[in-house]
């Protein structure tokens, strides 16, 4: 058994839970060096836990943000070096909980267009959720195992899936205390501010209000060059075409808001239906799926004009209407 006898981390659970006079947030350089010493694995299980815990009962700071995920970055930046650029980064942690992943639809046409795009998530089993890498299994796209793997999915498909865990197995370790504490942690908010390809764009989803801000001003903060985030379906960077959307960019050292008001306005949503055929049979064009046609096309419309600096929603939903009209109908196992 491992003793850790050193103070260099009890410091930042002090700082953390002295009560509520003497507690505080921390520092960029606190965060960043306490998300260090975790990764490095100089923390006891027992340390991190109440670390995360307590950050959690009043949520991260964007200052906190910051921190974590530069150590993050700095960490994965000898680790996740690939010999091919990424366009696009796509983390995919929440998992639907009442429809299918629509939005995989939506990244793997604009990989079909020629967009690189590395998407990578966590799967909880105990959960009732669908989350994107079962959809990927069944749906016969590789679940890649290491990066050369991510490489040949990239020169294959232009899109590549890893789980986090295949990515470092420290991280998906850290996301893994939610057995142990019952809660999810912040390190749900910095495995979707990593980055960890280094992509020229990135994507985000989130559930919770506020989240879409405090990731904007993180991006800000950090020097990103392209980010977009917006509360989506379930968590997921997913436009729920039932309701208004709001999106946040972070591009050329700006940040932009845009709402688009819903593009359903009936209720179409099949709660009670998560057959995967639902997603074959619409992008082979078997079958029209009202909910999914519109949660597709507004997530491309959104993403798209992100990667191609366009701010009209009209001409972003041409734009992706073009992108689906020339996919390419075989790259998933459909059924009939």
């Known amino acids: 058994m491992t003793i850790y006898t050193g103070n260099e981390f009890t410091q930042y659970v002090k700082i953390l839970g002295r009560g509520k006079k003497g507690a505080r947030s921390l520092t960029i350089d606190e965060a960043e060096h306490a998300m260090s010493l975790m990764l490095s694995g100089a923390v006891a299980p027992e340390q991190s836990g109440a670390f995360w815990m307590l950050i959690r009962i009043r949520e991260e700071t964007v200052e906190e943000t910051v921190g974590f995920t530069k150590a993050a970055r700095r960490y994965l930046s000898s680790k996740t070096a690939l010999n091919v650029s990424v366009d696009l980064d796509w983390p995919a942690y929440a998992g639907k909980r009442n429809e299918l992943p629509w939005f995989l639809l939506a990244a793997l046409a604009l990989a079909n267009s020629g967009v690189k795009i590395v998407m990578h998530g966590h799967s909880f089993v105990e959960e009732d959720r669908m989350y994107v890498e079962f959809a990927i299994s069944q749906l016969g ?41 019952g809660l999810r942690s912040p390190v749900n908010t910095v495995v979707r501010m ?11 989803g989130v559930f919770h209000r506020g989240y879409d801000l405090l990731h904007l001003s993180a991006c800000k903060q950090l020097e990103d060059k392209s980010v977009l985030v917006f509360r989506g379906g379930n968590g997921e960077a997913e436009v729920n075409p039932e309701r208004d959307v ?47 046609e519109q949660a597709v096309r507004q997530t491309m419309a959104s993403v798209a004009g992100l990667l191609f600096s366009i701010d009209s929603h009209d001409e972003c939903l041409a734009l992706a209407d073009d992108i689906w ?12």
């Open 141 to 181: 796209i590789n679940l890649c195992e290491s990066l050369a793997e991510v490489e040949v999915s990239l020169a294959n498909l232009n899109f590549a899936y890893i789980p986090l865990e295949k990515i470092d197995s420290t991280l998906g370790a850290m996301m893994d205390l939610k057995y142990i504490l």
């Open 194 to 204: 990593m980055n960890p390809f280094f992509a020229e764009h990135s994507v985000h």
């Open 246 to 292: 709001t999106l946040g960019k972070w591009q050329n050292g700006l940040a932009s808001w845009s709402t688009w008001a819903k593009a359903e306005k009936e209720h179409k949503r099949l709660k009670d239906c998560l057959d995967l055929s639902r997603l074959t049979d619409h992008w082979c064009g078997h079958q029209l799926d009202q909910f999914g």
């Open 325 to 336: 009209s020339r996919r390419d109908k075989t790259v998933l196992h459909c059924v009939n």
